[in-house]
């Protein structure tokens, strides 16, 4: 295993520096989305996005319902790009997530949003991508070059604005006090012992990532770097819909990484993970809380609908050293290119 660090590792590790920079230089852009809302009232909010941004979209949509109470839902781009359909959105809000702002699916979505009614917001690391050019609102993640095909530090940055866009939407001062913690928890998870849980990975051929709530978003971009850098076949389910048919799969030692942040589901989410490991599963979870299991307990920002994203960086460590002693260059994966141009 070479002693260099890879470009994923390095550009993980930046993601405190580009969290708290955001959050700093994207204050305007914050308060003008606030108003927004504050004026229109939008009664829903969509969204649209690819990957890893995707996820990003996904904790977005829990964490507005959860703080907001505002429906949000996800369109699938070639319902513009490739069936030409229009969209009916007078009034609402559309929000593109991207890390380039190139993919020209969800270029043409957002022009179709925009024909339809909706005001539309790009939230992309490209600013002069033909996203944010295109869109009413830029809200940049100021995450500077990405190199890795894998996404780290701008998947941590897309989630950090969108929960900034949260807490200025529904004036959540427990949220924005959490966002201001967030770069020092992010921090505060250098050195955590990723060990035992590389020697699950390792040996697992197959394995479920599990979340509820925002956590669930988390759980998606688990599963999706352990099959693109690790070419490790994970799924990744709400701990509710684990206990329905996926838990037929579950015999002796299969691997489950849970994401089971200190929230409203905890006490849900522990009673499911008892029961996996009655069932023999390995259970490895991330939480700020004492679990059963391999235990990789990560620091809190204080509020437990946003320390999913804490503990991610510890699984992107813990996914990248897998992924170099199974052999593979976590940077360059097979198939794989940084920008995907679909329709």
């Known amino acids: 295993m070479s002693e260099t660090q890879s470009l994923m590792l ?12 955001l959050l700093e230089k994207e204050k305007n852009a914050f308060a003008e989305i ?16 690819r990957g890893s941004s995707d996820h990003a979209a996904t904790f977005f949509k829990y964490l507005l319902e959860i ?47 925009k024909r339809g009614g ?37 998947f941590i940055a897309s989630v950090a604005a969108l929960s900034g866009v949260t807490a200025a939407i529904g ?25 035992a849980a590389e020697e699950v990975l390792l040996g697992a051929t197959s394995l479920y990532t599990a979340g509820r709530g925002p956590a669930f978003a988390i759980a998606l971009e688990a599963a999706l770097k352990a099959k693109e850098t690790a070419s490790l ?21 299969f691997p489950i990484i849970a994401f089971a942040p200190d929230d409203a589901a905890y006490a849900n989410n522990v ?17 700020s809380q004492p679990l059963a299991g391999i235990n990789l307990r990560v620091p809190t920002t204080g509020n437990g609908l946003l320390d999913p994203l804490v503990s991610l960086l510890v699984y992107y460590r813990l996914i990248e050293s897998v992924t170099r002693r199974k052999g593979f260059d976590p940077d360059k994966p097979a198939n794989l290119l940084k920008v995907t141009e679909t329709m």
């Open 10 to 21: 390095q550009e993980a590790g930046q993601s405190p520096e580009v969290v708290a920079t």
């Open 34 to 49: 606030a108003k927004l809302f504050s004026d229109n009232a939008p009664s829903v909010v969509t969204t649209a996005a």
């Open 67 to 113: 703080s907001c109470g505002i429906p949000v839902a996800s369109i699938g781009p070639s319902i513009a790009s490739v069936y030409a359909a229009p969209l009916h959105l007078k009034g609402g809000v559309h929000f593109t997530v991207s890390q380039s702002g190139a993919s020209p699916d969800i270029v043409a979505l957002q022009d179709a949003a």
């Open 118 to 154: 909706a005001t539309t917001i790009a939230v992309v690391n490209v600013v002069d991508s033909p996203l944010a050019k295109q869109a009413d609102i830029v809200l940049g993640l100021n995450a500077g070059p990405e190199k890795s095909v894998a996404a780290t530090k701008s």
């Open 171 to 195: 004036g959540k001062r427990d949220l924005q006090h959490a966002l201001e913690k967030l770069p020092e928890a992010l921090l505060s998870t250098v050195g955590i012992d990723t060990a």
């Open 233 to 253: 076949h994970a799924e990744a389910f709400s701990l509710a819909e684990l206990m329905h048919g996926p838990m037929r799969l579950v015999q002796p030692g």
């Open 271 to 287: 009673q499911a993970l008892e029961r996996l490991q009655k069932l023999g599963a390995t259970a490895v979870p991330f939480s």
